[in-house]
Nanobody, 127 residues
Framework: QVQLVESGGGLVQAGDSLRLSCVAS????????MGWYRQAPGKEREFVAA????????FYADSVKGRFTISRDNAKNTIDLQMNSLAPEGTAIYYC????????????????????WGPGIQVAVSS
């Protein structure tokens, strides 16, 4: 049974940094895309970032480019999301995701969506 478990969330102030981590179990994802989605209060779930399994190429939503960095450790079956210069708009539940499927130019585009989801972790950014 595949499980994705997030950690590292919490309450921070605007401008602060936070690092989210996700551990996968049940199988390895070294050849699969892994990434993060988020859902802010009253809004739809949206793509944040992902990293391809084979190439290691990272994809980011325009709203987080230059501030967030995604990384993965295939030996540990983990991914991290380093979030810098957080703004109140970053308040959301962040979901770890794995094994993207669909058609598009990369994770988060076209019909490409993750097959596996973690339960989510809360990040709150105060102004």
């Amino acid at each position: 049974q595949v499980q994705l478990v997030e950690s590292g969330g919490g309450l921070v102030q605007a401008g602060d940094s936070l690092r989210l981590s996700c551990v996968a179990s049940g199988r390895t994802f070294f050849s699969s895309d892994m990434g993060w989605y988020r859902q802010a209060p009253g809004k739809e779930r949206e793509f944040v970032a992902a990293v391809q399994g084979n190439s290691g190429i990272a994809f980011y939503a325009d709203s987080v480019k230059g501030r967030f960095t995604i990384s993965r450790d295939n030996a540990k079956n983990t991914i991290d999301l380093q979030m810098n210069s957080l703004a109140p708009e970053g308040t959301a539940i962040y979901y770890c995701t794995a094994e993207y499927e669909g058609v598009g130019r990369g994770p988060g585009t076209g019909t490409i969506r993750p097959r596996y989801w973690g339960p989510g972790i809360q990040v709150a950014v105060s102004s």
